[in-house]
């Protein structure tokens, strides 16, 4: 099955952290670009990072020095430190497989004051 999960999720207060977790199946994991997005209430969806199958890292401009995005290959896997939670972090989170039109269902993260 074609799909991808993500899990972590959850309330966290100013300052907290998670991490979040993508499962992928059905693809080509090894050789695809994995992107971690966001969609706040009336935004819209914004690139948070991504990571190249060889594990160059890109990152939004208001994440940088707080997120890490890594994968595992040999598990299918993509995941998102996420360190010094800020309110305006509140979202849901989306893993997608860059270049294809594969999304997760989300994973919704509330930043507390």
């Known amino acids: 099955q074609v799909q991808l999960v993500e899990s972590g999720g959850g309330l966290v207060q100013a300052g907290g952290s998670l991490r979040l977790s993508c499962a992928a199946s059905?693809?080509?994991?090894?050789?695809?670009?994995m992107g971690w997005y966001r969609q706040a209430p009336g935004k819209q969806r914004e690139l948070v990072s991504s990571?190249?199958?060889?594990?160059?890292?890109n990152y939004a401009d208001f994440v940088k020095g707080r997120f890490t995005i890594s994968r595992d290959n040999g598990k299918k896997m993509v995941y998102l430190q996420m360190n010094s939670l800020r309110p305006e972090d509140t979202a849901v989170y989306y893993c997608?497989?860059?270049?294809?039109?594969?999304w997760g269902q989300g994973t919704q993260v509330t930043v507390s004051p």
């Open positions: 997608h497989a860059e270049g294809t039109g594969l």
């Open positions: 059905g693809i080509f994991f090894s050789l695809t670009s």
């Open positions: 990571i190249t199958n060889r594990g160059n890292t």
